[in-house]
C-alpha cells in the first residue's frame, strides 16, 4: 500500500482474536479496536473483558465499549477516528447503515461459513447438525440485510464425521485470520472484486436455544453424533438417567446396528472397553465422554463402573 489506512477493529469473542493478532503482526494495526462491554462472568459474577479487549489492550491499541452503535455519541466517537475501513469479525452488536457509512470504505465482516450458506448468527453449529460437508469463511462487504452483502474470498474446509464446533472454530479462525491478511491491501486499493451472492441455497443459522440440546433418542444415531459434537462446547447435548441430567462430551456412531432385535431408543445395551453404547431410533451410539450434575467430564468407561447400567433406559427431553 502507498499510504497507511485507518482500519478500526470490531470484534468480542475467541473467534475474532486470531485476526486482531494477524493485523498487528502484519503492520496494519487498527487505530482502534471496538469490543462489547465487560460482563460478569465466573462463579462471583465478576466484569470481565473480552478476549478481544485483553489482546487489543496488550498491544496497546485504543479500546471503545459502547453499548450501541446506534446512538449519535457513538457514531460521533467512530467519526472522529476518521476509518477508511471497518473490519468486523463476530462484534456482537447491530450495525446500521448510519455507521456503515461512517468508513471511507465501509465495513468488511469475516463470516464463517461459504456464503449464502448459513447467514446468520451460528453458522458453524448448523453446518455440523446439517451433515454439511464442507464449511468455510468469506471476507464480505457488509450491507443493511443479514450476511448479505458481495463477497471478495472465501477459504474452505473439510468437515468429517469427528469434527466438533470447538475443532471447526478454531480451524476457521486461523484460516479467517489469513484470509484477512493476504486479501486487505487489494480490498483496500480497490484492485479486487466484490461477487454478489447467490440467491440459490441460502440457509439461516438462527441463534443456538439451550433447548436444542435435549437428546432425541428416537432419532438416528447419526442425527444425534452431530448433535453431540454441533454443541460442543456449548450448550452440551444432554439427555436424563432416572432423575438426573446426563450431559453428553463425545460419542461415535457404531456399525453395524448392534444386535438383532430392535430395542427401545435411548436403551443402554452394553458397556465396552472405550463407552457406552445406547440403542436409538435407527442405529446405536456408543457415548464415549459424559458428566454427571455436579462433576467433572469423564469417560464414560468410568461411568460404568460406577454404577450398573445395562438395561436402564436414557429418557426424553422434559
Known sequence: MAEARRIVYAG?????????????????????????????????????????????EAAGLPVYQPPSLKTAQAQSELRALTPDLLVVVAYGLILPPSVLDIPRLGGLNLHASLLPRWRGAAPIQRAILAGDRETGV??????????????????????????????????????????????????????????????????????????????????????IDRQVRAFDPWPVAQTRLDDRILRIHASRVQVPVHGFAQPLPGT????????????????????LRVQLPGRRPIPAEAWAHAEALSGRRLGSPP
Open 12 to 56: 468480542t469473542p475467541e473467534f475474532a482474536v486470531p485476526a486482531l493478532e494477524a493485523l498487528v503482526a502484519s503492520g496494519s494495526a487498527p487505530v482502534a479496536v471496538y469490543t462489547q462491554p465487560d460482563r460478569p462472568a465466573g462463579r462471583g459474577r465478576r466484569l470481565t473483558p473480552s478476549p478481544v479487549k485483553r489482546v487489543a
Open 138 to 223: 468469506c471476507l464480505m462487504r457488509m450491507e443493511a440485510g443479514l450476511d448479505t452483502g458481495a463477497v471478495f474470498a472465501c477459504a474452505h474446509l473439510s468437515l468429517d464425521d469427528r469434527v466438533t464446533a470447538a475443532t471447526v472454530h478454531d480451524r476457521l479462525a486461523e484460516m479467517g485470520a489469513r484470509l484477512l491478511v493476504d486479501h486487505l491491501p487489494s480490498i483496500l486499493e480497490g484492485s479486487v472484486p466484490a461477487l454478489a451472492q447467490s440467491d440459490v441455497g441460502v440457509q439461516y443459522a438462527s441463534k443456538i436455544d439451550k433447548q436444542e440440546a435435549w437428546i432425541d433418542w428416537n432419532r438416528p444415531a447419526v442425527e
Open 268 to 287: 443402554i445395551l452394553d458397556v465396552q472397553a472405550d463407552g457406552v453404547d445406547v440403542a436409538t431410533g435407527l442405529g446405536v451410539l456408543r457415548l
